[in-house]
C-alpha cells in the first residue's frame, strides 16, 4: 500500500485563492517531500522539510510536518493558473528509495 | 547532459512483444531509480542502483521485467512479452551524491501503450 495518502483528491480553486493539500503516512520517516508534476510527465521537487523541522518555506509554499499525527500539508497562496498540476507527496523512511502517494490534482481556474 | 534524458518518450507495441526504455541520467548521480505510473495513479518503485552495488530489484512486479545499469551510466529497463497492464509511463530519476536520499531529479518518463 502507498506510504504517503494525499488529499484531496482532486482540488479546484480561482485564481489568488489558496490550496492547501495533506498527505498522511504510516512508519516513521527521515524527511518528506513534495513533487509536483505537469500532463502526467516528469516530477519536478518543491520542497523537502526533514523529521526535526516543523515548518518550511519557499517562495509561495508552506509545508508543515507533524511528525505525532503523520502528516504533512502543503500550502501554496496566491494561487496562479500556471499552478495547475497534480502534487505528491513522498516519504523516505530510510529505504533505499522513496515512496510516492497517488498525488492530489490540483485545478486553478483564471 | 543538463537533466535526465529517457527514451523513447512514446512507445506502442503489440501484446507479446519485448520493449526497452533508456534512461541517460545526469553527470555524477550515482542513484538511479525507475517507477511506474499508471493512469491517474502515483509512482510505483521498481529498481534503484547505487553505484557499484547490487541494485534493489524489490519492486519488479514480474520476472518479465528486468533493468540493466553499467556504472555510473546508462540504464535500460526492458519489459518482455508486454502485457496490457503493463501499459503506464515509465520514469527514471537520479539522486545527487551525499549519502542520505534527498531530492530526485526525474526524466520526462517513457509513455508505454501496450495494444
Known amino acids: 500500500s502507498q506510504q504517503g495518502e494525499e488529499d484531496p483528491q482532486a482540488l479546484s480553486i480561482q485564481e489568488g485563492e489558496n490550496a492547501t493539500m495533506n498527505c498522511s503516512y504510516k512508519t516513521s520517516i527521515n524527511n518528506l517531500q513534495w513533487y509536483r508534476q505537469n500532463s502526467g510527465r516528469g516530477l519536478v521537487h518543491l520542497i523537502l522539510?526533514?523529521?526535526?523541522?516543523r515548518e518550511k518555506h519557499s517562495g509561495r509554499l508552506r509545508v508543515t510536518l507533524d511528525t505525532s499525527k503523520k502528516s504533512s500539508s502543503l500550502l501554496i497562496t496566491a494561487s496562479r493558473a500556471a499552478d495547475t498540476a497534480s502534487y505528491f507527496c513522498a516519504t523516505d523512511a530510510g529505504y533505499s528509495t522513496l515512496t510516492f502517494g497517488k498525488g492530489t490534482m490540483l485545478l486553478v481556474s483564471p | 547532459g543538463a537533466g535526465v534524458s529517457q527514451s523513447p518518450s512514446n512507445k506502442v507495441t503489440e501484446k507479446g512483444k519485448d520493449v526497452e526504455l533508456r534512461c541517460d541520467p545526469i553527470s555524477g548521480h550515482t542513484a538511479l531509480y525507475w517507477y511506474r505510473q499508471r493512469l491517474g495513479q502515483g509512482l510505483e518503485f521498481l529498481i534503484y542502483?547505487?553505484?557499484?552495488?547490487?541494485?534493489?530489484k524489490s519492486g519488479l512486479p514480474s520476472d518479465r521485467f528486468s533493468a540493466e545499469r553499467t556504472g555510473e551510466s546508462v540504464s535500460t529497463l526492458t519489459i518482455q512479452r508486454t502485457q496490457q497492464e503493463d501499459s503506464a509511463v515509465y520514469l527514471c530519476a537520479g539522486d545527487p551524491p551525499g549519502g542520505t536520499t534527498g531530492e530526485l531529479f526525474f526524466g520526462e518518463g517513457s509513455r508505454l501503450t501496450v495494444l
Open positions: 542502483f547505487q553505484g557499484n552495488s547490487a541494485p534493489d
Open positions: 522539510i526533514r523529521s526535526n523541522e
